[in-house]
T-cell receptor
């Protein structure tokens, strides 16, 4: 099955700084790479995703980059704000496109005012 | 409002006492699944369902049962709970069975088995 490694497990930044979270995966056939944000006391929520036919996707202050050759993708948050504090999960399809996602172990991001 | 609703939000129970966590979605989604979230282990899938009466095991199905008698409901059943099932549980649903479809998660159920 698919193996997903997510780093770092915790990340603390000052408000206004950038934050980067990276995930590596093992199955080269994987073609869909979402990122979910889990705020305290809530369920995860999709914030951005990328498909294997593009290398980068942006949505305001967040962006995801994909390196298929190296089999890793990253979440970039610029101009961080306290409300960005949350746990972030990456995910990849199990077995290169089957009907379920395999999630990374999560990164707890803290943005200090 | 489109949502996935889990009940209860918090539950403390004793070892061996059967319990059910309910999950309901109002979006007419085909795909539903259950996850457990543990510190340092992230989200692990317990069971999933691709449609009514179609269920399959996820990565950690031992000790759990599910049913999908109606499209909107997907209860998680613990026949004989044990302390190692103490965890935070999430139900999720997606419009289709395609993995590249957004998953909508419920608010979570924090279960403690003593």
């Amino acid at each position: 099955g698919e193996n997903v490694e997510q780093h770092p497990s915790t990340l603390s930044v000052q408000e206004g700084d950038s934050a980067v979270i990276k995930c590596t995966y093992s199955d080269s056939a994987s073609n869909y790479f979402p990122w979910y944000k889990q705020e305290l006391g809530k369920g995860p929520q999709l914030i951005i995703d990328i498909r294997s036919n593009v290398g980068e996707k942006k949505d305001q202050r967040i962006a995801v980059t994909l390196n298929k050759t190296a089999k890793h993708f990253s979440l970039h948050i610029t101009e961080t704000q306290p409300e960005d504090s949350a746990v972030y999960f990456c995910a990849v399809p199990s077995q290169g496109g089957s009907e379920k996602l395999v999630f990374g172990k999560g990164t707890k991001l803290t943005v200090n005012p | 409002e489109a949502q996935v609703t889990q009940n209860p939000r918090y539950l403390i129970t004793v070892t061996g006492k059967k319990l059910t966590v309910t999950c309901s979605q109002n979006m007419n989604h085909e795909y539903m699944s259950w996850y457990r979230q543990d510190p340092g282990l992230g989200l692990r899938q317990i069971y999933y369902s691709m449609n009514v009466e179609v269920t399959d095991k996820g990565d950690v199905p031992e000790g759990y049962k599910v049913s999908r008698k109606e499209k909107r409901n997907f209860p998680l059943i613990l026949e004989s709970p044990s302390p190692n099932q103490t965890s935070l549980y999430f139900c999720a649903s997606s419009l289709s069975i395609r993995v590249d479809t957004e998953a909508f998660f419920g608010q979570g159920t924090r279960l403690t088995v003593v």
